[in-house]
């Protein structure tokens, strides 16, 4: 089963529109989400994070939106560029022992110019 | 910076052949990983190691073994290679509270 969904699996917007991106997981004692970006050819790269003791964690033109009790969460890009193309992946994890790092099959995004 | 290096980077083998995929990491992290990724179905993790001599099943571990002999090495080992091992494989570190996972830059592996 997956514990982490992303959606939609591909997005296209526009330069300079919002992009928003969906992630809902299951497991209740994850706490931590990351979103990684990944390039054509290269490895993911950690691009923002958030613990659920926010609800909103803001990076420049990358906010993430996080609902406790939907167990659910948003990456929105604001005034998007040519260069903010890559896929996008959520990512879940728990504990501070070492744990395991789970990913959702990711939503690759296009942006026109 | 943080350092993780996988080898080879790109390996074809036969089937029923025996495949060991290398990875060595510089960060003094305890956690270390690896994960498979498809087209559709993201990253998907097999095995993950907590330290040197342990090692966990993930999600998708049949088929795979690993290996982790020591802090900066952990190994994933396909002992009768099949096509549907075809993929790219990435092993990744991580710190105690799991803030940030660096990843290698990846291994393709066809199997025919």
């Known amino acids: 089963q997956q514990q982490v969904r992303q959606s939609p699996q591909s997005l296209t917007v526009w330069e300079g529109e919002t992009a928003i991106l969906n992630c809902s997981y299951e497991?209740?004692?994850?706490?931590?989400f990351p979103w990684y970006w990944q390039f054509p050819r290269e490895s993911p790269a950690l691009l923002i994070a958030?613990?659920?003791?926010?609800n909103k964690k803001e990076d420049g033109r990358f906010t993430i939106f996080f609902n406790k009790r939907e167990k659910k969460l948003s990456l929105h890009i604001t005034d998007s560029q040519p260069g903010d193309s890559a896929t996008y992946f959520c990512?879940?994890?728990?504990?501070?022992?070492?744990?395991?790092?789970?990913f959702g099959s990711g939503t690759r995004l296009l942006v026109s110019p | 910076e943080a350092a993780v290096t996988q080898s080879p980077r790109n390996k074809v083998a036969v089937t029923g052949g025996k495949v060991t995929l290398s990875c060595n990491q510089t960060?003094?992290?305890?956690?270390m990983y690896w994960y498979r990724q498809d087209t559709g179905h993201g990253l998907r993790l097999i095995h993950y190691?907590?330290?040197?001599?342990?090692?966990e099943k993930g999600d998708i571990p049949d088929g795979y073994k690993a290996s982790r002999p020591s802090q900066e090495n952990f190994s994933l080992i396909l002992e009768l290679a099949t096509p549907s091992q075809t993929s790219v494989y990435f092993c990744?570190?991580?710190?105690?509270?799991?803030?940030?996972?660096?990843f290698g830059k990846g291994t393709r592996l066809t199997v025919v």
């Open positions: 990744a570190s991580g710190d105690q509270g799991n803030t940030e996972v660096f």
């Open positions: 497991d209740s004692t994850f706490d931590y």
């Open positions: 958030i613990r659920p003791v926010s």
């Open positions: 990512a879940a994890s728990a504990g501070t022992g070492g744990y395991k790092v789970v």
């Open positions: 960060n003094n992290h305890n956690n």
């Open positions: 190691s907590y330290g040197a001599g342990s090692t």
